[in-house]
């Protein structure tokens, strides 16, 4: 079966990538630029929070190894999806919480895995449910990432490996 894609925001991309490329039976991640209103943007535009890019990992992988289920459940084990354009310290729209779709199938199985997440009562603080505030969107252009924030994380820690 030919590789599948999908795409996902969840903070900073670095991070992210790690998470997925750690994933049996992803073949590739591309970090990169998503959802926003202008083409081809570069790393400093998108943080200036004014392009409406978030910043976004496109994923390939092997449907017969693993399914797009089980990526919606390393996006939602990731982060944190109630917090509205924020992750940790990286605070501005381009850090917000969002799932790209490719297909029909991918939407309803991305709201699925939202409602369940919601009805699980795992962001329940005492009486107060805190709210899922993911974005689910039809992918548009993703524009990879400039060279050296691909692999970030992975590279930065060959350079550290003779610590």
Request: proline share 6%.
């Given at each position: 079966?030919a590789?599948?894609?999908?795409?996902?925001?969840?903070?900073?991309?670095?991070?992210?990538?790690?998470?997925?490329r750690?994933?049996?039976?992803?073949?590739?991640?591309?970090v990169?630029?998503?959802?926003?209103?202008?083409?081809?943007?570069?790393?400093?535009?998108?943080?200036?929070?004014?392009?409406?890019?978030?910043?976004?990992?496109?994923?390939?992988?092997?449907?017969?190894?693993?399914?797009?289920?089980?990526?919606?459940?390393?996006f939602?084990?990731?982060?944190?999806?109630?917090?509205?354009?924020?992750?940790?310290?990286?605070?501005?729209?381009?850090?917000r919480?969002?799932?790209?779709?490719?297909?029909?199938?991918?939407?309803?199985?991305?709201?699925?895995?939202?409602?369940?997440?919601?009805?699980?009562?795992?962001?329940?603080?005492?009486?107060?449910?805190?709210?899922?505030?993911?974005?689910?969107?039809?992918?548009?252009?993703f524009?990879?990432?400039?060279?050296?924030?691909?692999?970030?994380?992975?590279?930065?820690?060959?350079?550290?490996?003779?610590?």
């Amino acid at each position: 079966m030919a590789p599948a894609k999908a795409m996902f925001g969840a903070g900073c991309f670095w991070g992210v990538e790690e998470a997925f490329r750690a994933v049996p039976g992803v073949i590739n991640t591309t970090v990169g630029y998503a959802g926003g209103m202008i083409e081809n943007p570069g790393y400093e535009e998108v943080c200036s929070g004014e392009t409406g890019h978030a910043e976004t990992v496109l994923v390939e992988y092997d449907p017969d190894r693993i399914s797009y289920e089980d990526l919606l459940a390393k996006f939602w084990e990731i982060h944190d999806p109630t917090t509205r354009d924020r992750q940790g310290p990286d605070i501005g729209s381009q850090y917000r919480s969002i799932i790209f779709y490719f297909t029909p199938e991918q939407e309803q199985a991305a709201q699925k895995s939202m409602q369940e997440l919601e009805e699980s009562g795992k962001y329940r603080v005492g009486n107060y449910r805190r709210p899922v505030v993911t974005e689910i969107l039809a992918a548009g252009p993703f524009y990879p990432a400039e060279e050296y924030h691909q692999r970030y994380l992975e590279k930065r820690q060959s350079r550290l490996s003779w610590r």
